[in-house]
Structures are given as C-alpha cells and as structure tokens.
C-alpha cells in the first residue's frame, strides 16, 4: 500500500506569520523531503532541500507580505501545496 499523504496531513502553524512557521506531518511512514515557498508569480523564494523530518521550523520574516505557496514534497516524492500567508 502507498503511504497516504494527503493535505489535512501538513500542519502549518501559525498561519499567517510573521516571524516563523512550524510545519509538520504526523505520518509515521513520511518524511518531509524538500520545502520550498513561491509567491503568487511561482517564483522560488525559499528552498530547503536535503531535509528526512517529521517536522521544522522555517523562517518567514524576510519575505515581503503577502501570500505564498508552501510546497511540501515527501520522501517518496509526493507534493502538498497549501497556501502560507505573511502578515
């Protein structure tokens, strides 16, 4: 069976932010592979690569406010996007 990693599965938290986000998956059988946030245009403005957690804490206070996209993608290479907004 393939490991369900669905939206309702990320946590972000708190959301918005303007300081830093905790982003988390309760899964036992995932790990978060890569992290990466795009503004509305898709453009990359923070990447984490390399990552095998449960769950970490990224800094969002250099960006500009606004909302973002927050890309999670597993280490089975599955992707969850939800919706990150800096205020």
Known sequence: STPSFS???VKVFPNPSQSSIQISIPSLTETMAQIRVCDVLGKTVKLITNLNAN????????LEKGVYLLEVTSQSQQKIIKKLIRN
């Open 7 to 9: 939206e309702n599965q």
């Open 55 to 62: 769950s970490m804490q990224l800094d969002v206070s250099s």
